[in-house]
């Protein structure tokens, strides 16, 4: 998975409840991706990052915040869970250059909102 | 409003016969495409690529078509073999502002590669 890790792997909460996952890469890539997968909608960017302390949003961020304060993390909230954002978690990243448009995703987050 | 189409949910061919994957897409800025593959509890692994300056572009058993004026793309993998069965997201890259760039996913097309 490129070097990437996502933690925790599967989750199980309460509506109402804060969550944050994690997304930690070894690569030293610029450019770090949060998308969910859903049945019928494929995978949807929820928010990105393009450096440390830069992000911005995806077409799904109602309800997400995200923060970046080291190059290798990227951290996924919800601030108060919803059993709509139930749903698999994919972290992905890329670099600059020639392969910039070319992410690498890591092995998903599998959250379910009770 | 979906900007990157692929209209065949499922897909089931014969092992060594040809698998034809089909995209279309709406958006005339997308100039890069690409081909995930994805197996069950796993994440999306990058499979091949195309510029929008090029209409083919091989790797071994995977073969990319571009056709800019029809905006639509195709995956060919021959010959399939059973490993190959998995789901297939077509993506699409535009620039979004400065250096960013995003990719937009279609909904995927699950690919059933009988022995």
């Known amino acids: 998975d490129a070097g990437i890790t996502q933690s925790p792997r599967h989750k199980v909460t309460e509506t109402g409840t804060p969550v944050t996952l994690r997304c930690h890469q070894t690569e030293n890539h610029r450019y770090m991706y949060w998308y969910r997968q859903d049945p019928g909608h494929g995978l949807r960017l929820i928010h990105y990052s393009y450096g440390v302390k830069d992000t911005d949003k995806g077409e799904v961020s109602d309800g997400y915040s995200v923060s970046r304060s080291k190059t290798e993390d990227f951290l996924l909230t919800l601030e108060s869970a919803t059993s709509s954002q139930t749903s698999v978690y994919f972290c992905?990243?890329?670099?600059?250059?020639?392969?910039?448009?070319?992410?690498?995703f890591g092995a998903g987050t599998r959250l379910s909102v009770l | 409003d979906q900007q990157v189409k692929q209209n065949s949910p499922s897909l089931s061919v014969q092992e060594g016969r040809i698998s034809i994957l089909n995209c279309d897409y709406t958006?005339?800025?997308?100039?890069?495409f690409l081909w995930y593959k994805k197996y069950p509890a796993e994440g999306p692994t990058f499979l091949i690529s195309i510029s929008s300056i090029k209409d083919k572009n091989e790797d071994g058993r995977f073969t990319v078509f571009l056709n800019k004026s029809a905006k639509h793309l195709s995956l060919h993998i021959v010959p399939s073999q059973p490993g190959d069965s998995a789901v297939y997201f077509c993506?699409?890259?535009?620039?979004?502002?400065?250096?960013?760039?995003?990719?937009?996913f279609g909904k995927g097309t699950l690919l059933t590669v009988n022995p």
């Open positions: 992905a990243i890329s670099d600059v250059g020639q392969l910039k448009n070319i992410q690498y």
């Open positions: 993506a699409a890259s535009a620039r979004s502002g400065g250096s960013n760039y995003k990719l937009t």
């Open positions: 958006n005339s800025m997308f100039d890069y």
